[in-house]
């Protein structure tokens, strides 16, 4: 199989950390039938896409993210995936041919600024979003109190900025994926009839007001929500789901 994997880099992305999270998997998790899966905060779905290519007996899932434009690029990578080739092709293209860090910075910056201005369509705003991914500084997602994208460009020379094979492979998988934007307590209408194991991996909790990662959205995931979101886990965990 050709590698599946998270088609954006994501500050918090658990790529590095999927066998010590398979280890807390339910013990009879693989004997389990029509499993449904569900991530709430899919994020840049290190853990989907991990689980949707070793554990067959997952039938169904659905993830669902508040960053909508994230979101769009899972939509767009279902459905049409040679559009968003194409599209970022044509980013690289006249990206690689800039040969300085000066122009490359000065193309970034043009592309932040059509992209913070919604001048794109849903497609194009799709492609800017992974190619401000791939050339911002370390992959981070960050906006600031008017929503607005403002990471640094990142000065990296070649960055991958159209990977056809990660996106092909990912285009396969999502197909029996359902996805949604919104707040994480829409999956509560998707739950499957049978089997639901859902993986839940909110925004980190700050460890001071200066030292933390939580603006991923211009609306901030405190102590208040997360003690919010513990409630919601007992109440999934009543309607006998796995969390």
């Not at 993210?65 to 979101?71: E, K, R």
Request: proline content about 4%.
């Amino acid at each position: 199989m050709k590698t599946v994997k998270p088609f954006v880099k994501w500050a918090g992305g658990k790529g590095t950390l999927i066998k010590q999270l398979i280890e807390h998997l339910p013990s009879n998790f693989k004997d389990q039938q029509n499993v449904t899966y569900i991530e709430p905060f899919v994020g840049g779905g290190a853990m989907l896409f991990y689980m949707l290519t070793h554990y067959p007996n997952i039938k169904h899932a659905i993830i669902n993210d508040v960053n909508q434009d994230l979101i769009n690029c899972y939509q767009l990578i279902k459905k049409d995936p040679i559009k968003l080739i194409t599209l970022l092709k044509c980013l690289r293209d006249e990206f690689y041919q800039l040969t300085s860090i000066d122009e490359q910075s000065k193309y970034y910056y043009q592309k932040r600024k059509k992209y913070n201005n919604n001048e794109l369509s849903i497609e194009e705003r799709a492609a800017c979003f992974i190619f401000l991914n791939k050339t911002c500084f370390n992959g981070l997602y960050r906006v600031n109190t008017s929503g607005k994208f403002n990471v640094p460009f990142g000065k990296y020379k070649t960055p991958k900025i159209c990977d056809e094979d990660v996106i092909m492979a990912d285009h396969k998988v999502l197909q029996n994926v359902d996805i949604f934007s919104g707040e994480y307590n829409n999956i509560t209408k998707h739950l499957g009839k049978k089997y639901n194991f859902i993986y839940i991996d909110p925004p980190y909790r700050p460890l001071s007001e200066s030292a933390c990662f939580i603006e991923y959205t211009h609306n901030i995931f405190n102590d208040t929500e997360q003690e919010k979101l513990k409630i919601y886990c007992d109440m999934l965990t009543q309607k006998d789901c796995k969390v």
